[in-house]
């Protein structure tokens, strides 16, 4: 740890008077939970909607012709196909082809694309991208911007008091619009499995929108400890946690985010690593995995094989407040990576009885 | 009612101690999810590990504050982890000792000198 003072988000100030127990996390004060308690919060956001913080998050525009092209280098999606006004997620990946992290990108149309990057890689990821730009495309990082995420099934009601247009917006849409007289992007998506927005604001008006959508009867503040709670439930990655400079996206089972002419061309970089990992099949899988009693078993948690030998490591653990029971997700050996098979979870020396499951835990519910 | 650095409480019947945890490390903790407690017959170490309290957030060891025999664990916060919320000082309790030598129960913190432990952290 260094001693450099915490950044703070434009919603400090708002966090601690609604009560936000305040932890460093990526270098930010961010509140890890509110006077509800995670558990309340966790299943408030699944019942109703709930607000979420997230300007600590990296907002950055990609401008100029040939933008989505110069990105296809980086990264494995199709960003020439992103249609505007539409979202996608994606992987920046390293030459080693392993992922450097996992970002959203929008596409607004005339060769401008705004990134979404995680607060813990920002430092690196955007002077990787900018490192491998032709002299046409710009990289600009919108420091000047905060980002709230408002998740849950009423939150297409909550958000269209204020801008009806969002109500007709499908899963990874995005459109630029005026909330409370501020121009904000706003996509529908979310890391929770629940339907959503994520809002990007310019941080001068941020405050008076978070409190504007608090106010609204169905919305109650969720802090990143719910946020974990809710995503591992989803079933999706933490960057890392779940993924890292050490895993390829074949292991990590993100092959998805890969379109078939990316897989004809192979042409970003690192793509001959992940190709031969596909070629020859992977080491070892990310998996759901189920713990057979109450206790939860946490990341770095060994798993082991029904024969007692090594089979990986739980890399995401918890309780799922929604699934009223420990839930995780790790890497296994290939060969025990199959849904139904049983494991063993050293937990505090003793082995904990556990089972692969698909993922995600508590079933997605965006909108299509 | 005793206390100790780790934030149990120890109150004492007798020969017979009851351990809880705190409180302030049941706020520390947030939403309890999973208490594991130690068999009834376990002799135990002052200042050993012998049972679990895990939050959504994170996971706990609860140590034993004073050396003895365990004669009781409480069932009902292993059925309803979330009393240890509710309860912590009173009854969700999680385990009972039988003292090697209940004068090393005057030993431990008081309530002023436990308050006053807290406001170094």
Known sequence: ?368 | MRYTKDHEWVSLAGTIATVGITNHAQDALGDVVFVELPEAGRDVEEGEACSVVESVKAASDVYSPLTGRVVEANQAIVDEPGLVNQAAESSAWFFKIELADPAAFDALMDAAAYQAFLETL
């Open chain 1, 1 to 368: 740890m260094t001693d450099e003072p915490l950044n703070l988000t434009p919603l400090d100030a708002l966090h601690r008077e609604l009560g936000g127990k305040m932890v460093p996390f990526a270098g930010y004060s961010m509140p890890v939970q509110y006077p509800a308690g995670i558990l309340t919060e966790h299943l408030h956001c699944r019942a109703k909607a709930g607000l979420f913080d997230v300007s600590h998050m990296g907002q950055a525009s990609l401008r100029g012709p040939g933008a989505a092209a110069a990105l296809e280098a980086l990264v494995p999606g199709d960003m020439i196909g992103l249609q505007p006004g539409r979202q996608k997620y994606t992987l920046l990946m390293t030459a080693e082809g392993t992922i450097l992290d996992d970002l959203m990108v929008a596409n607004l149309g005339e060769d401008h694309l705004f990134l979404v990057v995680n607060a813990s890689r920002k430092h690196i990821d955007l002077p990787h991208i900018a490192a491998h730009l032709p002299k046409s495309v710009m990289l600009e990082s919108h420091t000047d911007r905060a980002l709230l995420a408002l998740q849950g099934p009423e939150a297409v009601a909550v958000l269209s008091r204020f801008a009806p247009e969002v109500a007709a917006m499908p899963f990874m849409g995005f459109i630029t619009t005026r909330l409370l007289g501020a121009t904000c992007h706003i996509s529908r998506s979310g890391y929770t499995g629940e339907d959503g927005y994520e809002i990007s604001i310019p941080a001068e008006h941020a405050t008076e929108i978070a409190r504007a959508l608090l106010a609204e009867p169905e919305v109650m503040p969720i802090g990143l400890g719910a946020r974990d709670s809710l995503r591992l439930e989803a079933g999706l990655c933490l960057y890392g946690n779940d993924i890292d400079e050490t895993t390829n996206p074949v292991e990590a089972a993100l092959m998805w985010v890969m379109s078939k002419r990316r897989k004809t061309d192979w042409d970003f970089l690192g793509a001959n690593k992940v190709r031969a990992m596909l070629e020859a099949g992977p080491p070892r899988k990310r998996v759901g995995i189920q713990p057979e009693g109450r206790a939860p078993a946490r990341g770095h948690t060994e798993i082991r094989a029904p024969d007692g030998s090594h089979a990986g490591e739980i890399t995401s653990g918890g309780f799922g407040p929604s699934c009223n029971a420990p839930v995780a997700m790790g890497y296994v050996r290939a060969d025990l990576a199959a849904v139904g098979t049983a494991l063993s979870l050293m937990v505090r020396g003793k082995p904990l009885p556990a089972r692969v499951v698909a993922l995600p835990f508590f079933p997605h519910r965006y909108v299509r």
